[in-house]
């Protein structure tokens, strides 16, 4: 049975719209596509494969930068992002329009720990983070503790356990929002973008929350493997 351009894998239909987003379904060669969808599943990452492929890809998501709040900053530059997006290849950035590096509302600044946001169908959000170090009242989770940790964050509590101060040495906090955040919610686009669906959530919160974690951690692996540049 012929496959049409629908039924090719993601990393091929997303590689082959970014490249050129106005063409006709039927423009180009099908076996090669086939080939190209064939060695994408052999190798078993889409980063690899697709980060080397050619032509380059010269359509993105437009990343926009919002100027923080007193107290705050956006620990990860336009340039960083773009990276994450160039390394993880077309798979991350297929039906996605646009990254913003947002201020954080009101609301949102009384929700601890708040990384990201993904607004379906074509939007994430990158939330301004506080200046560290974090002074939080109480002591931070065992979970949590062993999250920013393993990050790189400094977790350091006073003698009665009242208060936790956390900090992030370096680059610490970019790649923290970066890997535990972008990622994240890369992976909430891809289900959504995957099924077709618009804002419509098309599976369980857990479901959800599961799959994207799992892209994130994934795809983590490989970049801190693959490239010390990103």
């Known amino acids: 049975m012929s496959r ?3 039924t090719d ?13 106005r063409a006709h379904r039927s423009e180009g060669d099908l076996s090669q596509r086939h080939q190209i969808g064939r060695t994408l599943k052999e190798a078993g990452s889409l ?12 359509k993105w998501p437009q990343i926009t930068v919002r100027r923080p709040n007193a107290g705050y900053f956006h620990p990860a530059s336009r340039n960083r992002v773009q990276s994450i997006l160039e390394t993880v290849g077309p798979s991350a950035a297929y039906g996605l329009k646009s ?10 600044q009384s ?13 994430i959000i990158l939330f301004e983070q506080q200046l560290p170090p974090w002074h939080l009242v109480g002591k931070l ?25 956390v900090d992030w040495p370096g680059n610490t906090l970019g790649d923290f929002l970066l890997f535990e955040g972008l990622l994240h919610e890369i992976g909430h686009h ?19 929350e599961t799959f994207a974690a799992l892209f994130a ?10 490239s010390s540049s990103v």
């Open 4 to 6: 049409s351009k629908h």
């Open 9 to 21: 894998p993601r990393a091929v239909r997303a590689k082959r719209r970014l490249i050129s987003p």
């Open 47 to 58: 980063s690899t494969v697709e980060r080397d492929a050619q032509p380059q890809v010269t």
């Open 99 to 108: 990254i913003e590096l947002a201020r954080l509302t009101e609301t949102d």
């Open 111 to 123: 929700k601890s720990g708040l990384l990201a946001r993904y607004l379906a169908p074509d939007r």
């Open 141 to 165: 989770a065992s979970a949590d503790t062993e999250l920013v940790e393993k990050s790189g964050a400094q977790v350091i509590w006073s003698n009665d356990a009242s208060a936790s101060t």
């Open 190 to 208: 891809i289900l959504q973008h995957e099924a077709r669906a618009d804002s419509r959530r098309i599976a369980r919160t857990k479901d959800h």
């Open 217 to 226: 951690a994934r795809t983590r692996r490989e970049l801190q493997t693959g």
